[in-house]
Structure formats: structure tokens, C-alpha cells
């Protein structure tokens, strides 16, 4: 909550440069606000809007705060939802996650335990420089852009992608989101057909194959976005993580948390699907981020895979169960199909579940 002079202050010397991340110490020190001195005030660049062809009431703009200090935030979304992010656009990432000062200062005053590290088969990812412990919060991020969902059905391809480029372009230091997926963006592999959500289409734009396949599905005021984390977005996919994400109240901010103790040299990994999901479903919905899963699950035998499968499936089915009989009252018959999911998950290796 404290600000003090930024003008004594590099901007460079608050960027770590052994990740590119925010430096959250210095940050903490600083903390000011976006300046509200121009005329777009907070926003530190003019929107630029796009309004639908199909309904003139729905406009959609990208609204930048990028403060000197701050890689900063690009939002592409309605002026209305942009007005209630406001109060949110210098919330500090780490509060998000250490509620007490002690707690967050504690964070703060610990070197990180991770370095981006060149990972063979799958670009850069993320390693333990350091032993984490089991559920150690140890990664806090802030979103870079964050894109309305319905901008794909509202606005033209060529609308959606001007409104994108400029958000990128007016971040800070807009090669942190660009260099994103560098190993598989702007190389063959980046023009793959893309299945699934997008229909077979061919994703040649840097920016929006970034978006693709480094952004996480979130909610914004009950309408869904999809946001660029640039530090989380390095972390890679395994079907049997040790890590998983937690959003912040506006999902603004991210934290990684582990699942079991990590060794310093092992890679941090998080799925990047529903953890229960049948082989067949998992292996195409992976097909979306570019590459073919190979983790231990996805190679195993025919008829481990049918078992590991049967089990996942009896796990879906028994959590909806579940909910059904939590929502009746049911209680204790809810706790007997608590009891019976949690064997089976032990059984299929979800424990974090
Ligand atoms: C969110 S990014 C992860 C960081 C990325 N490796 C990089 O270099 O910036 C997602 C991309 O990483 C690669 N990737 C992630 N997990 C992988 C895995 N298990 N095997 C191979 N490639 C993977 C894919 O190219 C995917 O599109």
C-alpha cells in the first residue's frame, strides 16, 4: 500500500532478469498507480474498439495499463467490463495469495525456486532451482492480456486480431508475450491444423497462436476470457503433474502450488487438462496446444490405458454422484461416495484430486 518516489527508481532494475518476471520485492516497494493524467485515464494508451456487425450495441475495445514500472495489462473486452476491472488493475499479485503482510513479506524475501531452462522435445519450461515442499505456493504471475470469449462470435477475424495485436503492442515490453511458445510458433509446426474449438483452421498469426497455446481459460464478471500469464505459460504440460494453478478472486493474478515435494533440477509441471480425462478426450484436447502427448499414462500398454480409462470414467460419473447427493442433503450417503471416490482416485494416481 505504500508508494514511494518512482523517479528515483529504473524501471529495468524491477524486472529479474533470470526470468524476465517482475521483480516482486521491488515491486512491493514501489506500488504506485497507473498515472490518470491523460485524458483515457487509467489506461495509459487510447482504447481502440471494434463494434459488431451483427448487434451495434456490443462493442468491444483493448484497454492497456502498462505503468513504467510494469510489464502492465491489456484487456480486450466490453467498456463495461473494463470499468469494473479498474479497482483491480494494481491489486498486487502476491496479496492475491499471502493474505497477511507477514506471510506475503516472507515470499517476497525468498529467492525464487525456478528457472526458465531450454526443456529437449518441448521448447523452454520451468525447473526447481531449489527443493519445494508440498503445497508450497511458489510462483505468482500476473496476466499480460486477457481476451473477451465472445469476441470470436461478435467481431470479424481481422477485427479480433488488430484488437489483440494492439493490446500485445502495448505492453511494456510486448517480446515477453511474443517470445511465448518460441520453439513451436513461427516454425512449421505453428501453422498446424488446429481441432476442436476452432474448427480445421490455420493459425499463421504469431499473436494469436500465443493466445492458442499459452492462454488459460477464465471469468470475469460471469463472462469467459481467455488470459496470457507470461512467467505460468512456461510451465509444460504431464498428465501427472506435481503442480497445479489457483486463480485469484478476479482471476487477474495466478499462483502455482505443488502437489508433492519437487527436487531442485525437476521439471515443474501442470496438466493442462482436466486432471481425470479419458485417454482418448486428454489426447485430443492436447492436440489444441500443438503437440502429441508421449507422458508415461498415454504410453502405457493397450490394456492399462482401457483400465486407467474404466477408472476415470467410474470417477467422473461417481463425482457428479457426489454433487447430486450434496445437493439433496444427502449427507451421509454423500460421504460413502466421498470414501469411494477418494480409493478410487488412489487407485488411478489422481491423488490431487
Ligand atoms: C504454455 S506453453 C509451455 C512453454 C513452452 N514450452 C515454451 O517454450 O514457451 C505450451 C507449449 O509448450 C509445448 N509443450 C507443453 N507441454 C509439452 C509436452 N508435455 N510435450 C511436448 N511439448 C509440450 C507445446 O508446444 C505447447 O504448445
Known amino acids: 500500500s505504500s508508494s ?160 489483440l495485436r494492439r493490446g500485445v503492442d502495448g505492453l511494456r515490453d510486448p517480446g515477453r508475450v511474443r517470445g511465448l511458445s518460441g520453439e513451436h510458433a513461427g516454425s512449421k509446426q505453428s501453422k498446424s491444423k488446429m481441432e476442436g474449438e476452432k474448427g480445421e483452421e490455420t493459425v499463421d498469426d504469431k499473436d494469436e497462436h500465443v493466445m492458442l497455446t499459452n492462454s488459460f481459460g477464465t471469468e470475469f464478471e460471469g463472462e469467459n476470457f481467455r488470459a496470457v500469464f507470461p512467467l505460468v505459460s512456461r510451465v509444460n504440460h504431464a498428465c501427472d503433474p506435481n503442480s497445479f494453478v489457483m486463480f485469484s478472486a478476479t482471476s487477474l493474478s495466478i499462483a502455482l502450488k505443488s502437489y508433492r515435494p519437487i527436487l531442485p533440477g525437476e521439471e515443474i509441471t501442470i496438466s493442462y487438462v482436466y486432471l481425470g480425462t479419458p485417454t482418448p478426450h486428454r489426447a485430443s484436447q492436447l492436440k489444441k496446444w500443438g503437440f502429441e502427448c508421449d507422458c508415461s499414462l498415454c504410453s502405457r500398454p493397450k490394456k492399462e490405458i482401457e483400465e486407467s480409462d474404466e477408472r476415470r470414467r467410474r470417477i467422473q460419473e461417481g463425482e457428479m454422484e457426489f454433487q447430486r447427493l450434496w445437493e439433496q442433503e444427502r449427507y451421509q450417503a454423500a460421504i460413502a461416495k466421498g470414501k469411494e471416490l477418494v480409493k478410487l482416485i488412489g487407485e488411478e494416481g489422481l491423488t490431487p484430486m
Open 4 to 163: 514511494s518516489n518512482l523517479g528515483a527508481v529504473n524501471p529495468d532494475d524491477l524486472i529479474d532478469p533470470s526470468t524476465g518476471y517482475l521483480n516482486p520485492q521491488a515491486y512491493l516497494s514501489t506500488h504506485p498507480k497507473p498515472p490518470s493524467t491523460s485524458s483515457h485515464a487509467p489506461w495509459t494508451t487510447p482504447p481502440l474498439c471494434h463494434t459488431s456487425a451483427s448487434n451495434s450495441s456490443l462493442k468491444f475495445c483493448t484497454y492497456t495499463s502498462a505503468p513504467s514500472f510494469l510489464n502492465g495489462l491489456s484487456l480486450i473486452t466490453t467498456p463495461a467490463l473494463a470499468g469494473l476491472a479498474i479497482p483491480h488493475l494494481d491489486e498486487h499479485p502476491v496479496l492475491q495469495f499471502f493474505p497477511s503482510d507477514a506471510e506475503a513479506e516472507d515470499f517476497l524475501g525468498t529467492s525464487r525456486p525456478y528457472a526458465v531452462e531450454d526443456i529437449p522435445g518441448k521448447g523452454k519450461g520451468v525447473v526447481a532451482t531449489r527443493r519445494i515442499a508440498q503445497y508450497e505456493t511458489f510462483m505468482v504471475d500476473q496476466a499480460n492480456v486477457v481476451m473477451d470469449n465472445r469476441i470470436e462470435k461478435a467481431l470479424t477475424a481481422s477485427q479480433s486480431l488488430e484488437l
